[in-house]
């Protein structure tokens, strides 16, 4: 039992034979139960080909009808990547993760509402997100992979090096992750920080989270409303952008402050009066979290 994926998932590529996605293919590849799991790549012009053994079809239909693939993920350049989250969509796959980061917001408003109207099971991961990791047993995306250990604690992040920052600090004090998540910085993306939680709750092999949000939207507050009420494990939560100027976009598209919630110190009030420890300083995450098991 795990989150979303495990040591058993087959897993397609879209743009496996571009330079991103072969890199990270090859390394995620190269990881725990990654040769069993990526079983397929997408290219309609290099059909019958493969990469390092992998075969390219020409659609993830294909793919999925010879393989029996059930999560993609995409490295398509920006252009090109809401039409081939599309295409995984309507090949009715169970998860979709989307790595490639500027994709216009138009786009993605494009998905989100071809995804409602077809009454779409597929669950979305990201756009601009690292992926997600099962520790010793499966990565999909590009964190790196020797900082993650198994073990009980759940990581869910906008965020993907603050993602490194908190796996890494849980590593070095013997706490190994569940699963860590990155859910990405895109003002309209796929899975909320209140999809993971739900998650994370439901899961035997969690025993606690981290979550970690930045400025802008009100992700975040909406989670530790919901888990006020609902969550019966502990949380840490960090909120990056205190010092950030309103109106100014900070490195994720996402991250702009554009009323009062939106800005991190109002965050952290929310998510303190729901019950969830904060931090204002990132390299303590992992000892708060120790500290409250």
Request: glycine letters at 12%; one cysteine or more; a neutral charge.
């Given at each position: 039992?795990?989150?979303?994926?495990?040591?058993?998932?087959?897993?397609?590529?879209?743009?496996?034979?571009?330079?991103?996605?072969?890199?990270?293919?090859?390394?995620?590849?190269?990881?725990?139960?990654?040769?069993?799991?990526?079983?397929?790549?997408?290219?309609?012009?290099?059909?019958?080909?493969?990469?390092?053994?992998?075969?390219?079809?020409?659609?993830?239909?294909?793919?999925?009808?010879?393989?029996?693939?059930?999560?993609?993920?995409?490295?398509?350049?920006?252009?090109?990547?809401?039409?081939?989250i599309l295409e995984a969509v309507e090949a009715e796959l169970d998860l979709v993760i989307c790595i490639t980061e500027g994709i216009?917001?138009?786009?993605?408003?494009?998905?989100?509402?071809?995804?409602?109207?077809?009454?779409?099971?597929?669950?979305?991961?990201?756009?601009?997100?690292?992926?997600?990791?099962?520790?010793?047993?499966?990565?999909?995306?590009?964190?790196?992979?020797?900082?993650?250990?198994?073990?009980?604690?759940?990581?869910?992040?906008?965020?993907?090096?603050?993602?490194?920052?908190?796996?890494?600090?849980?590593?070095?004090?013997?706490?190994?992750?569940?699963?860590?998540?990155?859910?990405?910085?895109?003002?309209?993306?796929?899975?909320?920080?209140?999809?993971?939680?739900?998650?994370?709750?439901?899961?035997?092999?969690?025993?606690?989270?981290?979550?970690?949000?930045?400025?802008?939207?009100?992700?975040?507050?909406?989670?530790?409303?919901?888990?006020?009420?609902?969550?019966?494990?502990?949380?840490?939560?960090?909120?990056?952008?205190?010092?950030?100027?309103?109106?100014?976009?900070?490195?994720?598209?996402?991250?702009?402050?554009?009323?009062?919630?939106?800005?991190?110190?109002?965050?952290?009030?929310?998510?303190?009066?729901?019950?969830?420890k904060t931090t204002r300083n990132p390299s303590e995450m992992g000892k708060l979290l120790k500290s409250i098991l």
């Open positions: 039992m795990s989150i979303l994926i495990n040591k058993d998932t087959k897993v397609i590529t879209q743009g496996i034979t571009g330079k991103t996605g072969q890199y990270h293919t090859r390394h995620s590849r190269e990881y725990a139960n990654g040769r069993e799991a990526y079983v397929a790549g997408v290219n309609p012009k290099r059909v019958g080909e493969d990469f390092e053994g992998i075969p390219i079809f020409g659609t993830v239909k294909d793919a999925k009808a010879e393989t029996g693939a059930t999560v993609s993920v995409i490295y398509v350049p920006p252009a090109g990547a809401a039409a081939a216009p917001v138009r786009d993605m408003l494009e998905v989100r509402n071809k995804m409602r109207a077809l009454n779409s099971k597929t669950l979305l991961l990201g756009p601009n997100c690292p992926g997600l990791i099962v520790p010793e047993e499966l990565k999909i995306g590009i964190m790196p992979a020797h900082i993650h250990r198994k073990g009980r604690i759940g990581v869910v992040s906008r965020s993907g090096t603050l993602t490194y920052e908190a796996v890494a600090q849980l590593t070095e004090l013997g706490l190994g992750q569940s699963a860590a998540v990155g859910i990405g910085g895109d003002p309209i993306n796929g899975l909320k920080h209140i999809d993971v939680l739900k998650m994370f709750n439901d899961d035997p092999e969690t025993d606690a989270v981290v979550m970690i949000g930045e400025i802008g939207g009100p992700d975040e507050v909406e989670a530790a409303r919901w888990a006020k009420d609902n969550m019966t494990k502990p949380i840490v939560g960090f909120i990056a952008g205190v010092t950030a100027p309103a109106g100014k976009r900070m490195g994720h598209a996402g991250a702009l402050i554009s009323g009062g919630d939106d800005t991190a110190d109002a965050k952290l009030a929310v998510m303190e009066e729901c019950g969830i």
